[in-house]
C-alpha cells in the first residue's frame, strides 16, 4: 500500500463539518475507485450506490454477490441518512467505494456522534424480533465478508471478498 494526500475529497466536502483524514491509504490492487461526499438524502445515496453496482456487474461479479454488496450498501446508507445525520440535508456522508476483480470495499462515514455497534441487541433473538432497531446491521454483517467500524462509530466499512460462500451464511452465528 502506499499513501496518498487527498486533498479532492477534502475540498469536495469543505462547507461540511466532517472529518476526513488528510491520508488515506491507497491499495493499488483496486482497479476502480470512487469517493464522494454527499448530501443526507437517500437519492444521492442511490446515485452512489447504483455506479457501484455498475461497476461490479462490469467485472462480472456475479448476481448474488452483487445483490448481497447492494443490500448491506443500501442499509449503510440509510444508517448514515437517518440515524447518524438525522436526515439533516446540512450533513454529509463522505462514501469511498474500492472495487477489484476480488474484493469490494465500500466506507461510509456520518457526521453524527456516532453508536456502539456492540449494544445493539441481535434481532433473531426472540426478545428483540419485534423491535425496529438491529436489522440493518444484521443484514450487513450477514451478506459481507467483513464489517468494521471506527472507534466513535460514525464511520463503517464493509469488505465482500469475491467466492465468501460463508459471508451469507452468518445469520445462523450472528454476532456483532
Known amino acids: 500500500m502506499r499513501w496518498r494526500h ?63 454488496v447492494h443490500l448491506a450498501v443500501y442499509e449503510a446508507m440509510m444508517n448514515a441518512v437517518v440515524h447518524g445525520n438525522r436526515c439533516d440535508d446540512c450533513k454529509r456522508i463522505s462514501v469511498v ?23 445493539v441487541p441481535n434481532p433473531t433473538e426472540t426478545l ?12 450487513m454483517k450477514a451478506f459481507m465478508s467483513e464489517v468494521s467500524y471506527n472507534e466513535v462509530g460514525n464511520e463503517v466499512t464493509l469488505e465482500k471478498r469475491r467466492g465468501d460462500k460463508n459471508s451469507s451464511m452468518r445469520r445462523t452465528a450472528f454476532t456483532l
Open 97 to 119: 467505494c474500492e472495487l477489484s476483480s476480488e474484493i469490494v470495499r465500500v466506507r461510509i462515514k456520518d457526521e453524527g456522534p456516532g453508536f456502539n455497534p456492540g449494544v
Open 6 to 68: 487527498i486533498n479532492s475529497v477534502r475540498s469536495r466536502i469543505a462547507s461540511s463539518s466532517a472529518n476526513i483524514d488528510d491520508m488515506t491509504a491507497i491499495d493499488d490492487s483496486f482497479s476502480w475507485r470512487s469517493e464522494h461526499a454527499i448530501p443526507s438524502d437517500p437519492r444521492a445515496a442511490r446515485v452512489v450506490l447504483d455506479e457501484l453496482l455498475r461497476q461490479m456487474e462490469s467485472l462480472a461479479w456475479n448476481e448474488h454477490e452483487v445483490f448481497c
Open 128 to 139: 428483540f424480533v419485534e423491535r425496529d432497531c438491529g436489522r440493518g446491521l444484521w443484514l
